[in-house]
């Protein structure tokens, strides 16, 4: 068990470019979750899939953002035309039923520019 | 939606001394509740939870309390020590979804 891993750990880009995070689950774990996290602030759910299916967005999920697990293993969080505001931490996390603890990554620092 | 409110947002203690954080949460339909922490850089790490059906559970030095009907619960840290040292978050999961509503989070610092 090597725990919820995350690629890249700090990415700084300009506003208006594209960014990928990516997020390994802990393995044979069916549900995997993006949550954002800003300074001061615990973090805030953006959305969830279990296995392939993306099951629930929230609203902090502008059009601009998209999240695929293509195969149920590895996630992957794109943000679109960046813009100052998603400037966060991007915590991804995974447990293996509903309800059961959810364990975290350390994340993806993002800076825009 | 759930809504989870957390105190102190800071805690400064001495080496050896206990710590209290407190949360209370909106929604009578919440029935898991964990506590993480966090150290600078790092992501959430789960210490310990609770689910509704408890009202206390002890792991160590690290304790939590559920009081249903006032719809709050504690997180307890006894004999504190420096590498105590963080940010603690409570968060808490309605019945029947799946994601975590957290406070705010409490920075502890505990000096030696």
């Known amino acids: 068990d090597t725990g919820v891993s995350q690629d890249p750990r700090h990415k700084i880009t300009k506003r208006g470019q594209n960014v990928t995070f990516r997020c390994d689950p802990i393995?044979?774990?069916?549900?995997l979750y993006w949550y954002r996290q800003t300074l001061g602030q615990g973090p805030e759910f953006l959305t969830y899939f279990q296995n392939e299916a993306q099951l629930e967005k929230s609203r902090l999920l502008s059009d601009r953002f998209s999240a695929e697990r293509p195969k149920g293993s590895f996630s992957t969080l794109e943000i679109q035309r960046t813009e100052q505001g998603d400037s966060a931490m991007y915590l991804c996390?995974?447990?293996?039923?509903?309800?059961?603890?959810?364990?975290f990554g350390d994340g993806t620092r993002l800076s825009i520019l | 939606g759930e809504n989870v409110e957390q105190h102190p947002s800071t805690l400064s203690v001495q080496e050896g001394d206990s710590a209290v954080i407190k949360c209370t949460y909106s929604d009578s339909a919440s029935n898991y509740f964990p506590w993480y922490k966090q150290e600078l850089g790092k992501g959430p790490q789960l210490i310990i939870d609770?689910?509704?059906?408890?009202g206390e559970k002890k792991d160590q030095r690290i304790a939590v309390t559920l009081n249903k009907t006032a719809k709050h619960f504690s997180l307890h840290i006894t004999e504190t020590q420096p590498e105590d040292s963080a940010v603690y978050f409570c968060?808490?999961?309605?019945?029947?979804?799946?994601?975590?509503?957290f406070g705010k989070g409490t920075m502890l610092l505990v000096s030696p």
């Open positions: 968060a808490a999961l309605k019945q029947g979804y799946s994601t975590l509503t």
């Open positions: 609770i689910r509704s059906n408890v």
């Open positions: 393995s044979e774990h069916n549900r």
């Open positions: 996390a995974s447990s293996p039923l509903d309800g059961q603890p959810q364990h």
